[in-house]
């Protein structure tokens, strides 16, 4: 008889995360033995071999997972056994929690910029002209000093979120460098240019 020991380890199929205290027992020439895996997923059996190579059958059974049970070969040159990659059991969501967040976050984000556009809109300073398209008229008028000066011709608020021309009602008005929102695509100091 020919004493070996051999190692394999235990992992979660999809995860590929370590499996501990997972139950593996080893069956060959009629006997059983049965280890547990380590906090890295790692066990070890000894086993007498009679020849150089011999079937066994191993069985893993670890909570939350589905049981493995295989066949395989143990030999006197290759003392290692294949990884075994459990199936765990636990139910899992349709919709992802991060998937949940992410469009959530995406939801708040234009609905937050839809208020501030609604309650911070563009204006020239004219009367009735301090709104976007399609808004209410906003009472009062932006003073300058909380004006892009960029753009004099019309009052742009430095906090805004970024601008496009189809955000703003004005057409062909005066812009300085820098151009903040990109009113003025080919830097010839006109912005949003109505062809």
Do not use: W
């Not at 007498?48 to 070969?73: P, Q, T």
């Not at 459990?86 to 469009?103: F, Q, R």
């Not at 204006?123 to 209410?136: D, I, M, V």
């Not at 009062?140 to 021309?165: F, G, I, R, T």
């Amino acid at each position: 008889m020919i004493n070996n020991v051999y190692t394999g380890r235990v992992l979660d199929g999809e995860t590929k995360t370590k499996v501990e205290g997972a139950k593996i027992t080893l069956e060959l020439y009629g006997k059983s033995d049965i280890v547990h895996s380590d906090s890295e997923g790692f066990y070890q059996f000894c086993a007498d071999l009679r020849e150089e190579s011999a079937s066994a059958r191993i069985r893993v059974e670890a909570e939350e997972y589905e049981k493995y049970n295989r066949n395989i070969v143990l030999t006197t040159k290759d003392n290692k056994i294949e990884e075994i990659h459990l199936t765990s059991t636990k139910k899992k969501p349709k919709g992802s929690l991060d998937k949940i967040a992410a469009v959530a976050t995406v939801i708040g984000t234009i609905i937050a910029i839809a208020t501030y556009v609604s309650t911070n809109p563009v204006s020239t300073g004219q009367p009735n002209s301090g709104k976007l398209e399609g808004s209410q008229p906003k009472p009062e008028v932006l003073s300058k000093q909380n004006c892009y000066p960029a753009y004099p011709d019309l009052c742009v608020p430095k906090d805004s979120p970024d601008l496009k021309c189809s955000d703003v009602k004005e057409r062909n008005f005066k812009v300085l460098s820098p151009d903040p929102h990109g009113f003025d695509r080919d830097r010839n100091g006109v912005g949003c240019e109505k062809k």
